[in-house]
């Protein structure tokens, strides 16, 4: 079971990790830096923790259940996806309720600014849209699974 909580903690830390290299591309912010250089320390330490593991009791990589771990997996990218859709949805939300981005048109309606919704929190929202859609249904399907019938 060590494993298993290990590798979970190395697959987070490797999400965050490419989130911090994202976000260091797309803004050049130190913070972005450390927080990508942390994280690979973060994960070379994870990983060298589950090797010793594996080199010192091999019986542990036998105990695993990878249809669990697979499931345990693909509910965190579901849940890290539903997050991202969230959060890009609370920022269109609060961007519409603005006043300042609207402007009339020739008939005199009210229209959104064309540059009120950044492309990036589009192409988050649709990026994000695979993910949460395979591995949401995966996580569900399995988890209906797990409440009827009681296995995996």
């Keep these: 079971m060590i494993i298993v909580a290990l590798l979970m903690l190395l697959f987070v830390s490797l999400v965050f990790h490419i989130f911090f290299l994202i976000l260091y591309l797309l803004k050049v912010q130190k913070k972005h830096l450390h927080g990508f250089l942390n994280t690979a320390l973060i994960n070379i330490i994870i990983a060298l923790a589950i090797i010793i593991?594996?080199?010192?009791?091999?019986?542990?990589i036998r105990g695993i259940n990878f249809a669990q771990v697979l499931w345990i997996f693909s509910g965190i990218i579901f849940f890290f996806a539903l997050g991202v859709k969230v959060n890009v949805l609370m920022r269109i939300y609060r961007t519409f309720k603005n006043p300042a981005n609207y402007h009339l048109n020739f008939f005199g309606k009210k229209v959104l600014n064309k540059d009120a919704v950044s492309k990036l929190d589009v192409l988050a929202f649709f990026g994000a849209m695979p993910f949460f859609l395979v591995a949401g249904s995966y996580f569900i399907a399995r988890l209906i699974n797990f409440i009827l019938y009681g296995r995996l």
């Design 53 to 60: 593991a594996i080199v010192n009791k091999p019986a542990l």
